[in-house]
């Protein structure tokens, strides 16, 4: 079993940054491969960036490309995402997620096998 908390959301101006943190259970973090998703009212969760075991290769969602950045610290079990320049339409929860699988599509949430429990980020105008 692998539990998944995250952290650092909250309220920020447009323009600003954030950045959340995932931390991960297990002995094991080093082989999970991650991602970030998000979700914001009336629409439907959607990828935002995701990163190998290794942090070798890493996945972004077009809207977030350049702005946000993920990385991990496999010895703190956690995995992190940068979010620089927020705007309003990034106002969502944000869930990490973690994949135990042999095979990876990084920006499919349903091969991912576990999730956190979200953090609100709210990016106002």
């Known amino acids: 079993q692998v539990q998944l908390v995250e952290s650092g959301g909250g309220l920020v101006q447009a323009g600003g940054s954030l950045g959340l943190s995932c931390a991960a259970s297990?002995?094991?973090?080093?082989?999970?491969?991650m991602g970030w998703f998000r979700q914001a009212p009336g629409k439907e969760r959607e990828f935002v960036a995701a990163?190998?075991?290794?942090?070798?290769?890493?996945y972004y969602a077009d809207s977030v490309k350049v702005r946000f950045t993920i990385f991990r610290d496999n010895a703190k079990n956690t995995v992190y995402l940068q979010m620089n320049s927020l705007r309003p339409e990034d106002t969502a929860v944000y869930y990490c997620?973690?994949?135990?699988?042999?095979?990876?599509?990084?920006?499919?949430?349903?091969?991912?096998?576990?999730w956190g429990q979200g953090t609100q980020v709210t990016v106002s105008s």
């Open positions: 997620a973690a994949d135990l699988s042999l095979s990876w599509d990084p920006t499919d949430q349903n091969k991912y096998d576990y």
């Open positions: 297990g002995r094991t973090f080093s082989s999970y491969r």
């Open positions: 990163i190998s075991w290794s942090s070798g290769r890493t």
